[in-house]
């Protein structure tokens, strides 16, 4: 079998995209088909896989996302901006467009080649100062039904080794006192509006090198402290810079993409593993 595929990545997160407005998977062949072709070194590999498919709520296209482990995310910004320049440069959508998300409408716009803003979903059930052992962390979600992200507050964090960190992330990523468990993402205040974000993704299991809707969470709680202007705010993680503005109108991700390789996908494991 041979699936046209294009893999792209935004700030260190990477992604198989496909369109299955044209191969018409069904749902659980998809799940299959993440867990298969994510697999680093078994297959082509990536931090998720990010479908195309025909949209139900009057958006131009629909987002479904699989993280590497065949879950369902509710959203990615970092993916969302990558599946925005797959949308325009395969003409599927204009230079601004509206992705339909399992957290609601997302909107796009192209900046230029490589750049695109995608406006998150907005900040919901948002819970502050919570107590976790000896940290004070707080809780956001994006979009409803949304996206949990914790916030975590660590000293150093830019020159903090992630092994260090490892089992803390992995407690506060599944939390009990959280029903859906969370994203965690430690963070550092610097001066001049610049934040270090380290970020342990849900359905990853690991910290990756960004998360944007973890830097959109980051920044608005952020913004509300009053540990940053409520404006742009400069991102640091570990694949590069994101910007994310935090305006009366919404939250807004910004950053660079990059088209890795297209082509087919030949994995010749995928009729036995996946077809079946």
């Known amino acids: 079998m041979q699936i046209p595929f294009y893999k792209m990545q935004g700030t260190g997160n990477d992604f198989i995209i496909i369109n299955n407005i044209e191969l018409k998977f069904p749902y659980e062949t998809l799940v299959k088909l993440a867990k298969q072709i994510c697999q680093r070194k078994i297959s082509v590999g990536s931090d998720a896989l990010m479908v195309v498919d025909t949209p139900q709520k009057g958006g131009d296209f629909r987002m479904i996302f699989f993280n590497a482990d065949g879950t369902e995310a509710e959203m990615c910004g970092n993916g969302a901006r990558c599946l925005a320049r797959y949308a325009f440069e395969n003409q599927l959508a204009n230079e601004e467009m509206q ?29 502050e100062a919570l107590m976790f052992n000896d940290f004070l962390v707080d809780y956001v979600e994006l979009g409803d039904p949304g996206i949990p992200h914790l916030v975590v507050p660590y000293e150093n964090l830019s020159i903090t080794p992630l092994a260090s960190i490892q089992a803390l992330a992995k407690s506060l990523r599944y939390w009990d006192y959280l029903p859906k468990g969370a994203n965690v993402n430690f963070y550092e205040v610097l001066d001049n509006q610049e934040v270090v974000v380290r970020t342990f993704e849900r359905g990853v299991e690991d910290f990756t090198l960004a998360c944007g809707t973890g830097s959109g969470s980051t920044a608005y709680i952020l913004a509300q402290k009053g540990l940053v202007q409520p404006e742009e705010v400069t991102i640091h993680v570990l694949g590069g810079t994101l910007k994310v503005k935090v305006t009366p109108d919404g939250l807004f991700l910004i950053g660079d993409t990059n088209i890795i390789t297209k082509g087919e996908i030949m994995d010749e494991d995928i009729e036995q593993n996946v077809m079946n």
């Open 99 to 127: 992705i339909e998300t399992v957290a609601g409408m997302v909107y796009a716009k192209r900046l230029d080649q490589r750049n695109y803003q995608v406006q998150l979903n907005d900040p919901a059930n948002i819970q």
